[in-house]
């Protein structure tokens, strides 16, 4: 059994080196943060060429250049060919534009991180309508929903090689919480989609296409500075976070989650009577106090 195990193993290992490997790649968000260490770590485990998506496409290039410059580690590797294109993922128009270049400069991607995203803490009532509530949706879920339709077909058409959408939610997504409303929205239609998305790909016999979700708890990026994190939920740094999502994403997970307290807070929701949870979730694990010093990046 123990050389069994050893030779499943060993088989997974190959399976999930073999999807970075040769890929072409495309992140969103990609010049800062969590973004730039997916962009990193593509460049190290082999992939043969990158879609840098930002707005800010000064701080892209600079990492763009450095990419260049990467060897892989991966046996056989070499530097990735890396672009950077000037895509506002809130514009549906600007997408299909992105998707068009980076199809000629590149190819189709084999890989999507759907990582772009914004955050705004106040109470409802205290959104600007247009600043707030319809840029948030349209960054966090609709941007992710249009580039995913206008790349899945090619990925699906594609059954050389196995292809991966990873898109990172939030555990805002999974339980409702204060000073967030526009922000849990948006990650909740996200984890909706992106799940059904997964199904429907299973269902249709497109499974080498797999869709992980990633729905972490607070990360400090510097998005959600001010915010506290809940009782015995550290918040996490930009590596352990990408490490997770990425081992996820290389396997086909499709859903992980980070740290294990946001399992047992979706856990606890789900039996509880909604007014025991308040209670649970406001005075024992103060989940509902968890944005009530929440500044953010200030933008």
């Known amino acids: 059994m123990a050389l069994n195990r050893t030779r499943q193993q060993s088989g997974t290992a190959r399976v999930e080196q073999d999807v970075m490997r040769g890929a072409t790649v495309l992140i969103t968000g990609a010049a800062r943060g969590m973004g730039e260490l997916y962009a990193r770590r593509a460049a ?4 043969a060429a990158i879609a840098l998506w930002d707005i800010d496409t000064e701080r ?6 450095e990419l260049a410059q990467t060897p892989a580690t991966v046996r056989g590797g070499s530097s990735p060919r890396v672009r950077v294109f000037d895509v506002n993922v809130a514009d549906r128009e600007a997408i299909l ?10 190819g189709d991607p084999d890989i999507l991180i759907n990582n772009a995203g914004i955050v705004r803490g106040a109470l409802f009532w205290e959104h600007d309508a247009e600043r707030d509530i319809e840029l948030t949706m349209r960054i ?9 339709r ?7 058409a594609d059954t050389s090689r196995p292809k991966r959408i990873l898109n990172i939610a939030s555990a805002a997504g999974t339980l409702a919480n204060p000073r967030m409303s526009v922000y849990a929205s948006s990650k909740w239609a996200m984890i909706g989609w992106a799940e059904s998305l997964r199904l429907e790909l299973e269902s249709e016999g497109h499974r080498h296409v797999a869709v992980t979700t990633f729905c972490p708890s607070f990360i400090s990026t510097g998005m959600f500075a001010g915010a506290r994190g809940p009782l015995m939920t550290p918040i996490m740094t930009p590596p352990q976070a990408v490490r ?13 989650l980070k740290p294990l307290t946001v399992k047992l807070a979706m856990a606890f929701r789900g039996v509880l009577p909604t007014r025991a949870w308040d209670i649970v979730a406001g005075r024992v694990f103060r989940v509902y106090s968890s944005m009530d010093k929440f500044t953010g990046r200030g933008e």
């Open 44 to 47: 190290r485990e082999g992939a």
């Open 97 to 106: 534009r992105g998707v068009a270049e980076t199809r000629s400069e590149l």
């Open 140 to 148: 966090n879920t609709l941007g992710p929903m249009w580039l995913t």
């Open 244 to 256: 997770a999502a990425w081992n996820g994403m290389l396997a086909g997970t499709p859903m992980v």
């Open 150 to 156: 206008a790349v899945l077909p090619a990925m699906i």
């Open 60 to 65: 892209a290039e600079v990492l763009a250049a």
